[in-house]
């Protein structure tokens, strides 16, 4: 399943080009500085790849007939005709999605079956008035969209902070061509997530991806294999974690609907909660999206309207 969300392609490769002393082949702390120092973004458009990744048609159809023989080349989409650019951001997009995707479906299976850590996620006694807050109690909030709603203001924010910067250097030219790659809109090759260990200035002790070293034990027919089946098992993920969410929603998923999944009331796509408020603008953007399920019941009417009900009296008790 090819990620959709794409607007319009400006096919830039965010990258930031390194100076001379950090492209050497020992990486060393110099990447950090150069990262934070000298950004200047590639705008050349069009750059003659020198790898032989998929750049056409071709290659995609070689590549869906080992994926699925059965199933074969499909591209509603047309992707296929587009530029060698857009092709290499639609297959990372397709890598990275499915890679989320297959550690939130488990993710959300743990969570459902109430398995959380011991201890305490926030202090171990009460301190300048921050009470102390268990594992077990956000796991008894309810299902995992609703644990989520019950982490404090410092989790989420510290959760989406270390994913923004772990997408800044997947991102980077510095840290890619450090080990000898390049952006996978210049030819380089997608799902390549690049090394850590070595080019922090504080002990990374192991890499985001492959923190053992599995793939560098493997073959080379054995790794084409694995890659393959991880780009299906990424689709089925995708699915998957879809079809869970829009379950607990109340939405009829053949094959999960029956599973009994805790049903949510919330918003799944919305980052912040109503014990949230003490953030800037969360309790204008939940009151905003109240007065836009109201105008959304009044204009469906019926069951629509009682539906409406407890996320507008959530955001009514949320606001100052």
């Known amino acids: 399943m090819l990620a ?11 990258v930031v080009r390194a100076p001379a002393s950090s492209r050497a082949a020992a990486p060393s702390m110099d990447l950090a500085k150069d990262f934070f120092s000298d950004f200047s973004p590639d705008l050349t458009p069009n750059k003659p790849w020198t790898s032989s990744e998929i750049s ?13 023989p059965v199933f074969g080349y499909y591209d509603p989409l047309g992707i296929g ?6 092709i290499g951001w639609f297959r990372h997009a397709e890598i990275k999605h499915g890679r989320v995707a297959m550690a939130a479906f488990v993710g959300f299976t ?3 079956m109430g398995i959380h850590f011991p201890g305490n996620i926030q202090g171990m006694a009460t301190y300048h008035g921050v009470t102390p807050l268990s594992y077990a109690e956000i796991s008894a909030a309810g299902g995992p969209s609703d644990q989520w709603d019950a982490l404090p203001s410092a989790a989420k924010c510290q959760i989406l902070l270390a994913i923004g910067f772990l997408e800044v250097v997947g991102e980077s030219s510095v840290f890619l061509e450090a080990d000898g790659q390049q952006h996978y809109v210049r030819g380089g090759k997608p799902g390549y997530y690049p090394k850590l260990k070595g080019k922090m200035p504080h002990p990374v002790p192991l890499n985001l991806w492959d923190p053992f070293g599995f793939t560098g034990k493997m073959s080379p027919e054995r790794k084409e294999s694995a890659l393959l089946a991880e780009i299906n098992n990424g689709r089925w993920a995708m699915l998957g974690i879809f079809g869970c969410i829009s379950s607990t929603k109340g939405l009829i998923v053949p094959g999960i609907d029956s599973l009994g999944l805790t049903p949510y009331a919330g918003e ?3 980052p912040f909660a109503a ?11 939940l009151d905003l999206r109240a007065a836009q399920i109201l105008r959304e019941a009044a204009f469906l009417g019926g069951e629509a309207t ?15």
């Open 4 to 14: 959709l969300n794409i607007a319009a392609p400006a096919l830039v490769a965010p």
């Open 56 to 68: 056409d048609k071709a290659g995609l159809e070689e590549l869906a007939n080992k994926l699925n």
């Open 81 to 86: 005709d587009k530029s060698k650019e857009l």
């Open 110 to 112: 743990v969570q459902s």
């Open 268 to 270: 799944p796509m919305a």
């Open 275 to 285: 014990n949230n408020v003490d953030l800037p603008f969360v309790s204008q953007m």
């Open 306 to 320: 009682a539906a409406a009900a407890p996320v507008v009296e959530a955001a009514a008790a949320a606001a100052p």
